[in-house]
């Protein structure tokens, strides 16, 4: 490999050289509001908008600036798919209850599609389709087996592709075939998370950034959060915090699993070769169990790369490194570009790999996305706007599914390297 790095290699999210998070100048209120919410990105922001234009008076609390977690840090992927697909939903849930979860996951993209036009974000947004490649004869036919399944259901503008077949989706030479959608696609985080939180600010939220919420106490009548600077009075609360949860709530601690993910992007190339890779600007998500996901930057100038640089923590050299082979094997063609950036953020697994949405002691959340948020954050955000205000639209089929611990977590992920061997295993063994 060649010229891997950049001489100058950034080590923050490509997306900030557009929209960098910025703290917002902003005070404790004195008076108690109606609503506190904790953690400003997707979902915190996305319920924020919809409880102010309810008339209802809101402070979010963000440790860091808002968009700062994953949300400004992410490959910008918009779509619906749920891990194990709709047959893995009917045969925990049974039928109804399987496609009312699946329905809702294709509702999230239509909800933030509205959200940005409606309210007029400049994020980028292109709904230029998906390509999910298959990377084993075994995983285009579980592919099939789903697509046929969801065919009964739903009327989703998506069909599958044979090894001759996607050459339109990207030029790679190493897949089986694959899903193609074409409802689905892309934005730039960092500037959707950018506009929703001036749009939300601008209907009447107030964003207090940096601030980190701490103990919760509960009142006769709502919460008291500590912070460095005082305490926020609220009659209800929402937890919007996903992967960077902490010990917040110990609660969430035992139930809500953080993992990294690194994502890196190429310098400049030109606009012909990344058009000769990505021919129709389809995102990229293949299908091994260490997956890549992989797509053009909006200005069509960048190749940018999402996976699990390794087992072992390592430098962001390191990190950029080990993406940058992982980058190679899907395009030999880049084997000389350099990598401009490297960065990580955190997202957040639960043990039934589904979004969560619920109130714990009267404390609302939503969180658990399993790395696919960049549509559900927004959408349950909203519902959980909605079950502040009472509204029965609040309800969603996300509702009432088990939200458990389990005896050996406690909060320290110990397992997740232990998995990752296991997976990497079956990746390069193929079973
Ligand atoms: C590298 C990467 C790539 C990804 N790619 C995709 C993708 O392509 N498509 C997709 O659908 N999803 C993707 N995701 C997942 C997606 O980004 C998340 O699901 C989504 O951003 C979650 O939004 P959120 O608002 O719930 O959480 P976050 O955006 O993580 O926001 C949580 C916020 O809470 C704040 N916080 C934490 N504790 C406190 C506290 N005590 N007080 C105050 N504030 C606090 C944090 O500072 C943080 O800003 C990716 C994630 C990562 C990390």
């Not at 409606?118 to 974000?121: D, H, P, Q, V, Y």
């Given at each position: 490999m060649t010229n891997a790095m950049a001489a100058d290699l950034k080590t923050v999210p490509y997306w900030w050289d557009a929209a960098r998070p910025l703290a917002v100048e902003s005070h404790l209120p004195e008076e108690k509001v109606d609503v506190g919410i904790i953690g400003g990105g997707?979902?915190?922001l996305s319920a924020a908008l919809t409880l102010v234009k309810a008339?209802?008076?809101?402070?979010?609390?963000?440790?860091?600036?808002?968009?700062f977690g994953a949300s400004s840090r992410n490959g910008g992927m918009v779509g619906n798919l749920l891990k194990g697909g709709l047959g893995g939903l009917i045969s925990r849930y049974g039928h109804e209850k399987g496609i009312a979860i699946y329905n809702e996951a294709i509702a999230s993209v239509s909800f933030i599609k509205n959200l940005i036009e409606?309210?007029?974000?400049d994020c980028d947004l292109a709904l230029t389709g998906r390509f999910y490649p298959a990377v084993l004869d075994k995983d285009l036919d579980s592919m099939k087996r789903d697509?046929?399944?969801?065919?009964?259901?739903?009327?989703?503008p998506e069909?599958?592709?044979g090894p001759n077949g996607y050459a339109e989706d990207v030029d790679s030479k190493i897949y089986k075939?694959?899903?193609r959608q074409h409802h689905t696609g892309g934005l730039h985080p960092a500037k959707y998370v950018k506009g929703l939180a001036a749009t939300a600010e601008k209907a009447g939220a107030s964003i207090i950034a940096p601030l980190r919420a701490g103990k919760i106490t509960k009142e006769v009548e709502g919460f008291i959060v500590s912070t460095p600077k005082g305490a926020l009075r609220c009659r209800q609360l929402?937890?919007?915090t996903n992967g960077y949860s902490g010990d917040l709530l110990p609660f969430l601690q035992k139930r809500v699993i953080p993992i990294g993910s690194t994502m890196i992007a190429t310098e400049e190339l030109s606009e012909n070769l990344v058009t000769s890779l990505f021919p129709t600007k389809r995102m990229i998500t293949d299908s091994r169990k260490m997956l890549s996901y992989y797509r053009p930057s909006p200005d069509g100038r960048r190749v940018l790369l999402g996976a699990r640089p390794g087992i072992l923590p390592m430098s962001p050299a390191g990190e950029a490194?080990?993406?940058k082979i992982a980058l190679t094997k899907i395009f030999p063609q880049l084997s000389s570009v350099a990598v401009s950036h490297v960065w990580s953020g955190k997202v957040a697994y639960d043990f039934h790999a589904l979004p969560t949405i619920g109130a714990h002691d009267g404390i609302h959340y939503a969180m658990g996305y399993c790395g696919s948020g960049v549509a559900m954050s927004g959408y349950l955000g909203h519902k959980a706007a909605l079950k502040i205000l009472g509204q029965p639209e609040g309800a969603t089929a996300f509702d009432d599914i088990p939200f458990d611990g389990r005896l050996y977590y406690n909060g320290t992920p110990w397992f997740v390297p232990v998995a990752m061997v296991g997976y990497r295993l079956r990746d390069a063994l193929g079973f």
């Open positions: 997707f979902t915190g008339g209802l008076s809101v402070t979010v609390l963000e440790a860091e600036k808002p968009g409606e309210e007029g974000i697509f046929e399944l969801r065919e009964k259901y739903f009327d989703i069909e599958i592709v075939g694959g899903l929402l937890i919007a490194a080990s993406l």
